[in-house]
């Protein structure tokens, strides 16, 4: 890739952690860019209007152009490498598991690692202390999915290592940090080690 790429980010963030891991193994080069989405860096005028209009990040910058949202930018790094599999449904396959770690998954696991790790229990809304109860029992039911998925098979998707691995691995290996115990999911564990275990692997910390 010769094009200049800026990942705008939060480097705590899961979803930006699955974009510089994406990026370590296709052999992606990502200048970084980061933010302090406690200090409200991301709601500025100036980052509204030039990054992203919806205050969030992750977002990509290919060149002169903007894309958010953690998963896109996955599959636009990954295109064409052995990430993303050619055979239709298994490309799909990928896809569904993507889009329901955004929809099921992140949601609940990654909030309540914010706000336990982050943001502290203390610091919280009432409204958000409210909601922790359910969101417990929410990632709880992602997590038991997750285990009876693996409990029959080594990946998600097209029988190896694809980006929807690589999306549930962000939030799924610091879940401990929001207070859900891994150690009740031996094939959760399992898959960890077989993803860190991959060539080009690279910490949330890096």
């Known amino acids: 890739m010769t094009t200049d790429l800026i990942l705008h980010e939060y480097a705590n963030s899961g979803n930006c952690y699955k974009i510089r891991l994406t990026a370590a193994h296709v052999g992606a080069m990502l200048n970084r860019c980061e933010y302090d989405i406690l200090k409200g860096e991301t709601r500025t005028p100036g980052f509204l209007s030039t990054v992203n209009a919806n205050g969030r990040i992750p977002v990509l910058q290919i060149g002169d152009s903007f894309l958010p949202e953690s998963n896109a930018a996955c599959i636009w790094l990954a295109h064409g490498s052995a990430l993303t599999p050619q055979d239709r449904f298994d490309h799909a396959d990928m896809l569904r598991w993507m889009f329901w770690e ?10 309540l690692r914010f706000w336990r790790a982050m943001v502290g229990e203390a610091n919280l809304t009432a409204q958000q202390r409210e909601q922790i109860p359910a969101r417990e029992t929410a990632a709880a039911a992602a997590l038991a999915l997750m285990e009876e998925h693996l409990a029959a098979r080594d990946w998600f998707a097209a029988g190896r290592f694809t980006l929807a691995d690589i999306a549930l691995y962000a939030y799924t290996h610091v879940a401990g940090e929001g207070g859900m115990d891994l150690a009740c999911y031996p094939a959760i564990t399992a898959w960890l080690a077989r993803v860190a275990a991959q060539p080009g692997h690279i910490a949330i910390t890096a």
Do not use: K, L
């Open 102 to 111: 955004q929809y099921n998954h992140e949601p609940n696991v990654a909030t």
